[in-house]
């Protein structure tokens, strides 16, 4: 087989923009707009939003960094990275860990993103039923998980130039002028002022050890860290480009994204006189009670939906194209052929997911954490413990196995003054990601 005729086909990104709205799109997503602004709230606001910030700044950037390093070395999907860097060690496990990961988040992630849907046509219509009530309609959510989960093939078989970055680039914008438009909106509204203070002005008081491991916990989840979805995505990325910028960038937006996000949910929140630790149903409980508050309410609420579902499905795509790569990679299928394939097995394993929010009451009673549901489960099992198992694994192979000596020089491609910063970067791979990682995993298991 002609190895030059495969890596022209594996695709690359056209230009340094076009990977970093496509990897913006994978880390901006529910995790953004939906998760972070009922964690913050849950967590005391400002404080939490400080130790999100340094979790991104101290573990998100050299994870990020390492794995955007890793693929573009490899110019492979996770398990193939792996077996090319340290042929023959088990070190492969790793990306089968991500590939498994990548298809099980993906499986509930798509359950969600499809009532994302459903809310941009009940919020402009004016349909006021319960969040419980529309989750438990089976003829509503399982044909909505189904659309989702067909759009996310149908960008993702399109490959690399002419699918996920094309649709970057015209969703990512799209979703920043949507954004402003609601910040705008949001902070204007009477009463504003209290949400602004509950989410810029610290109260130290209130943070405690679980405050740390949630901030730390949303920044693998929102960064797209820990399964290789940025090994995938740096695999494409041109030698002649800049990883450390690029990773950077990545990291600022999405960290930008949320603040926003906040901006647009707290001050509201507040106006309205409402709960901010409300809980995982902030975004579909309260604002669709609160749109109707504002003049053309149904049309900014359906808007700020629609800006919800375009964020989801830049995520669910790269959530699948690691699989897809995998299989594209080590067992030259078809990309068509993988996509689909992959996708159909998400969907099934997503079915108990959709069936577990009202629609089957069995499923969503179960003795397991995460809350109870099956969602609940596999959101636990998959973004808490596997993305953190997968990130701290990724920083000791970096750190310890494939070590920086050996690095540095694919850092150092498109990047020839990175100088000392690759000096920071190997203590924080080595020691500091490690060691804090370990913390939030011995905690969980603790406190499960
Ligand atoms: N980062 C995405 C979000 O914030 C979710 C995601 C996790 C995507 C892991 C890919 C890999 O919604």
Known sequence: MATEGREIDRGEWSSKVGFILAAAGSAIGLGNIWRFPYVTGQNGGAAFLILYLVCVLLIGVPVMIAELTIGRYSRKNPVGAFGAIKPGSWWKIVGYLGVLTGVCILSYYTVMAGYTIGYIVKTLIGNETSFSAFTSNGRLAIPLFLLFSVLTVLVVQGGIRNGIERWAKILMPLLLLLLVLLIIRSVT?????????????????KVTGKTVLAALGQAFFSLSLGMGAMITYGSYLSKRDNIVTSGCYVALFDTMIAVMAGL?????????????AEGPGLVFEVLPRI???LPAGNIIGAAFFLLLSIAALTSTISLLEVATAYLVDEKHWLRRRAVWIVAGLSFCLGLPSALSQGIVPALAELPLPGGGSFLGFMDWLFANVMLAVGAILISIFFGWVWKMKAAAEE??????????LLLVLDIMLRFVCPILILVVLVYLFISV
């Open 189 to 205: 509204l009477e009463g504003a002022g209290r949400g602004l203070a509950f989410y810029f002005k610290p109260d130290f008081g």
């Open 411 to 420: 850092i150092r491609t498109g990047n020839p003054r990175v100088g000392r």
């Open 291 to 293: 749109f109707p508050q």
């Open 264 to 276: 647009i949910i707290f001050p509201a929140l507040f106006a309205m006189n409402m709960n901010p």
